[in-house]
């Protein structure tokens, strides 16, 4: 039912459309049932002892009038059919809108265990069923089913008791049509499924292509996407074996109509209690009648498939949007100040294994503050609660003493500029990509930023400048470069807040030196919170944040923790043994024994 209520809710928006379509069906039908009377006619006139002028010029008529039905049949069947087309690709276009507007409010939490390939089967696939079902199967349905009441008003003027027969055979195919919904519409939902998951193996194989080249896992992946395509054609043949089974028991027990009317139509004719022209017409119409029942069982076959697409719909729509945005929050008037408090903040991906717990902590505004510590204690899991990509499953997060769940949004995220620790970069320009930060910044001020990132020396040193196509998620660019233009971003935007998740992480020494100068220009006059990848870049900050186990451990500046001679000693020297090491000097560390402070 909600599939179906999902359907209803998105045509509402194309009643006149429809209007105009329903109208062009019931005079088809109209045109439709004039047909075999004009031949009844013809017949009863060439049904007397002799033929008169008359009957001759009545014949001209006739032809005529069949003439205009059939042209009046072929405008009737442009406007059905363009206009519940219109109707179709409109809500397939506003559902596909709908669903990716609701994706975008979801919360980083619900794609942690979702596969793009499915969400886009979302998208495409399943909404494509629409089209189908609106334009095909409805209109086809609606006017069978005024085609049945027509013809059978027909059938029972001609000759009621051979109206009765002749439907005989009509309870036998309303059963067959309601066992074949309770099993082929599971059959195209399962589908369906398999269907994304191909699109989620393939999107992940074609994102993965270097790596599948470099590890020449070609053949293993050749296995995998085979596997899944055959997995696809079998429960295809599955959907369409009982499709396939259906229809000629539909044809079998239509045909069987036919049967009764020619037994006892003839039995009647012979007694002269029925009119050959009524006879022939009766056959005539009777072929209107199981025409529109086999009509009938194709487009069930639509509407099934396009339910059980709507119901993977509904499905994704019923997910609440996570973070929820309260009524009448609270706008931020131009730029804020910038203090960030975290009091009894615990979180937990999933309900009983806590990622966070008990954080307490205070960033004044305009201060420097570091996070380090070992790998999986929480350092990004807890930036990711000030700009709201979670919340904490207890306690507070406050901007400028104002609990961010009160605040509007799309305005908090404003005050905002974040450095991901994973650099995604769109399909597009350098600078698109760079404005991305802010799309009505200047030329001057896109280049300033390119500058502070130390991007620009490399971008003007590329044969279409700013202009230069980078290829999906940059596949163009180093890692170094990635993260300059990710940086370049984040500078462009200028917001109060700057959250830097290993900004430099990805670029080799010496330019890791030149982004730390610029980043020391940019920090200026900003609340920062820094994750760092080595230690030594945070030695001048306000503030270290030392998390272990769940929890803050230690707080301090650089030489404050130092002295303690605990876990951020321990690490610090760690790193230090490390850059003195003549196997790594000057290279990245290994991720294993690099202290775990990403």
């Not at 980078?470 to 807040?497: F, H, N």
Request: aromatic content about 8%; charged content about 20%; overall charge neutral.
């Amino acid at each position: 039912m909600k599939a179906l209520n999902l359907v209803l809710t998105y045509t509402r928006k194309y009643r006149l459309v429809l209007s105009v379509t329903i109208i062009a069906m019931l005079l088809l039908v109209a045109v439709q049932l004039a047909i075999p009377w004009a031949i009844k006619s013809l017949l009863a006139l060439f049904s007397g002892s002799e033929i008169t002028a008359d009957a001759l010029s009545t014949v001209g008529r006739i032809a005529l009038l069949v003439l205009a039905i059939y042209l009046a049949r072929a405008g009737l069947e442009f406007l059905r059919s363009y206009y519940a087309h219109v109707a179709g690709w409109g809500v397939v276009a506003d559902l596909r809108k709908h669903i990716y507007e609701r994706m975008q409010r979801f919360s980083l939490r619900f794609y942690q265990d979702k596969q793009t390939g499915q969400l886009m089967s979302h998208v495409v696939n399943d909404t494509d069923q629409f089209e189908d079902l609106i334009a095909h199967a409805i209109p086809d349905i609606f006017v069978s089913f005024v085609t049945l009441v027509g013809v059978c008003a027909v059938l029972a003027y001609i000759n009621w008791q051979l109206a009765l027969l002749a439907l005989i055979p009509i309870p036998f195919i309303v059963i067959l049509m309601r066992l074949y919904a309770r099993y082929v519409r599971p059959a195209f939902r399962e589908r369906q499924k398999e269907l994304g998951n191909l699109n989620a193996v393939l999107a992940d194989n074609l994102s993965g292509i270097r790596e599948i080249k470099a590890f020449t896992r070609e053949d293993e992946e050749n296995e995998k996407v085979g596997h899944q395509v055959e997995k696809y054609r079998q429960l295809s043949l599955r959907a369409i074996g009982l499709m396939s089974a259906f229809q000629p028991v539909i044809a079998f027990f239509s045909s069987l109509g036919l049967v009764i009317v020619i037994y006892f139509g003839g039995h009647l004719a012979f007694r002269q209690t029925l009119s050959l022209p009524d006879l022939v017409a009766f056959v005539l119409y009777l072929d209107l009648l199981y025409q529109p029942v086999k009509t009938l069982s194709g487009s069930w076959e639509q509407i099934q498939r396009a339910l059980a697409g709507a119901d993977r719909v509904a499905d994704l729509l019923e997910e609440t949007p996570e973070p929820q945005q309260k009524q009448g929050s609270f706008l931020i008037a131009g730029r804020a100040p910038g203090a960030i408090r975290l009091k009894g903040v615990c979180f937990e991906y999933k309900q009983g294994q806590p990622v966070l717990e008990d954080i307490d902590l205070e960033i004044p505004a305009r201060k420097v503050i570091a996070l380090v510590g070992p790998s999986g204690v929480g350092k990004s899991t807890l930036v990711s609660l000030i700009p709201r990509f979670y919340d904490p499953t207890q306690g507070t997060v406050s901007l400028d003493g104002r609990d961010v769940r009160e605040i509007d949004l799309q305005g908090l995220r404003q005050q905002i500029s974040i450095v991901l620790q994973d650099v995604f970069l769109f399909y597009g320009s350098i600078r698109e990509n760079i404005l991305f930060g802010r799309p009505n910044a200047t030329e001057a001020e896109l280049i300033t930023a390119a500058k502070v990132a130390n991007a620009h020396d490399f971008i003007t040193s590329m044969p279409d400048g700013y202009q230069t196509l980078i290829g999906e998620r940059g596949l163009k660019l180093s890692g170094g470069q990635k993260q300059r233009i990710s940086i370049a971003r984040a500078v462009l935007r200028d917001a109060p807040v700057l959250i830097l998740d290993e900004a430099t992480s990805a670029v080799d020494t010496e330019t890791e030196l030149l982004i730390q100068q610029a980043l020391e220009r940019l920090i200026a006059g900003r609340t920062t919170i820094i994750i760092a990848h080595r230690l030594s870049t945070i030695r001048n900050a306000d503030k270290i944040v030392v998390l272990d186990g769940r929890r803050i451990a230690e707080t301090g500046n650089h030489d404050e923790l130092i002295k303690k001679k605990g876990l951020y000693h321990k690490l610090y020297s760690i790193q230090n043994k490390l850059s003195e090491s003549p196997l790594l000097y000057n290279n990245e560390p290994e991720d294993h024994i690099s202290a775990s402070v990403i």
